[in-house]
T-cell receptor, first 115, second 111 residues
């Protein structure tokens, strides 16, 4: 499978614990995005990278959230001191930006439940 | 802030009826993308529209991008039960790089 892959697919954690999600984008894609989606809502933008540079972060991304893409390939999203409100599906997406065409492909998501 | 509004929120149709969902942006878009998400699944890319007034068809699905590049629509002709899911539009703002999603339209098809 050459699509966007995410790991783990499901994570249940206790409030206050740290969690980390990993995303492997489509191999030739230079942009990588993180989104969050809760039930009944559309995905909300969190942050994106162009190669290894983090170019934009949403105000939704509190200081408990940190994302990295150290070598411009895979990315990690870490949530520290999780809260129940962090329960959501965390979606990673990637694209190969070229002019106005920037088709963005999503992974299957990582479901987080904070208990 | 940048907003993408999508209506209706929910539509329940009889199999064979048509379905349309509409998307409006508060600002001019560079491009718009449409996604379908099944319950428990992830957004699956359907199409991207870039040009003003562009119309694209995929079998029973017709996608339009408005002349002002601020609105778009998805029309499904003769719905089938396999069309059920949530349809999202998502726009990339001019001079922007991220997708801003609408809230989605949930389609249910009664056979």
């Amino acid at each position: 499978d050459t699509g966007v892959s995410q790991d783990p697919r499901h994570k249940i954690t206790k409030r206050g614990q740290n969690v980390t999600f990993r995303c492997d984008p489509i191999s030739e894609h230079n942009r990588l995005y993180w989104y969050r989606q809760t039930l009944g809502q559309g995905p909300e933008f969190l942050t994106y990278f162009q190669n290894e540079a983090q170019l934009e972060k949403s105000r939704l991304l509190s200081d408990r959230f940190s994302a990295e893409r150290p070598k411009g390939s895979f990315s990690t999203l870490e949530i520290q001191r999780t809260e129940q409100g962090d329960s959501a599906m965390y979606l990673c997406a990637s694209s190969l930006a070229s002019g106005r065409r920037n088709t963005i492909y999503f992974g299957e998501g990582s479901w987080l439940t904070v208990v | 802030g940048q907003q993408v509004m999508q209506i209706p929120q929910y539509q329940h149709v009889q199999e064979g009826e048509d379905f349309t969902t509409y998307c409006n942006s508060s600002t001019t878009l560079s491009n718009i993308q449409w996604y379908k998400q099944r319950p428990g699944g992830h957004p699956v890319f359907l199409i991207q529209l870039v040009k003003s007034g562009e119309v694209k068809k995929q079998k029973r699905l017709t996608f339009q991008f408005g002349e002002a590049k601020k609105n778009s629509s998805l029309h499904i002709t003769a719905t089938q039960t396999t069309d059920v899911g949530t349809y999202f539009c998502a726009g990339v703002m001019e001079y922007g790089n991220k997708l801003v999603f609408g809230a989605g339209t949930i389609l249910r098809v009664k056979s």
